[in-house]
């Protein structure tokens, strides 16, 4: 066992043992400058027990480790030894093409179904749900697993109605309400599926949906839910309805950023949150505000609040 696991395990054990504390409250967490929470409770038991205060201000070795324009650097205290719980500061840097890590880990690292959620076109958050950022992605990557994505593209899916099921068609896809992030996608795809787009939704937004029409448009393993109208991009339902099961793909595409993370809690073996061109992206100093009062946060970090 790797010692940074077996002190993990050595720490857990005890807290179950002694009656492990509550956690804190979600809210006495960070926020990082990606829009994530940073969860870490065992830095902070580690900090209360002074495991991490011996490493201050202690000589340090560098690593940097460069693959297929990922950059990792990381500074790691020279006398650490086995068992020691050792902070590490890191920084993971990449030259790619957004969504090209977490489709290239997806498809090569498991078997069961990997979640990358799209924040940054999330229909529940207001965008139009139409981005061809990761299926330009899965195309560029040739993958061959099984995956699933949703697409709101009206005209694509009047010309596999027309068509019918069983028909090839070829159709630039996507990026239909604006140019702004994306481009629509040249595909030659096989209509398998149709659907009215009508189901109901359960849990906290339950409700009737309805996308509009939807069709089964298949690329290779690529499984593409074209649909008139956006839906909600959290939930498995939008290819449930269709006859398309998650648990079966191994890239599953969702619309979101955490939204998802109770819908998919059973069916996903891991998240994968990306950060594509879009209009709800979790880092608002990406997006061109032209008509707002300067400074504000967290456009200006540097303001100071009285």
Known sequence: MHPRLLVVAILSLGQALAGAPKPAPIDTYAIHADGGLIYDPLRREAEKSGQLSKFDNTPTSKVRIENNGVTFEAAVPKSATAYDVVPIRYTLRSTQAAGTPPVHVAATAFEDAVV????????????????????????????TCPALLTIVDPEAVGMAFQAGLGSTISVAIGAKKSRLYHQPVEIQA????????????????????????CAVLAVGGIRIVASEFAGPGHDPEVYRHIGLEPRDAQIVVVKATVGHMDAYRDIMKLNLPTECPGPSPSRLERLDYRHIPRPIHPLDPEMQFS
Request: glycine residues 14%; contains cysteine; charged residues 20%.
């Open 116 to 143: 990358i959620a799209d924040g940054a076109d999330a229909t529940n958050g207001g965008s139009p749900g139409d981005s061809t950022c990761l299926l330009r992605e899965m195309l560029a990557q040739n993958i």
């Open 190 to 213: 096989h209509v398998e599926r149709f659907s009215d787009g009508q189901f109901h939704l359960k849990g906290h937004i339950a409700q009737k949906v309805s996308m509009g029409r």
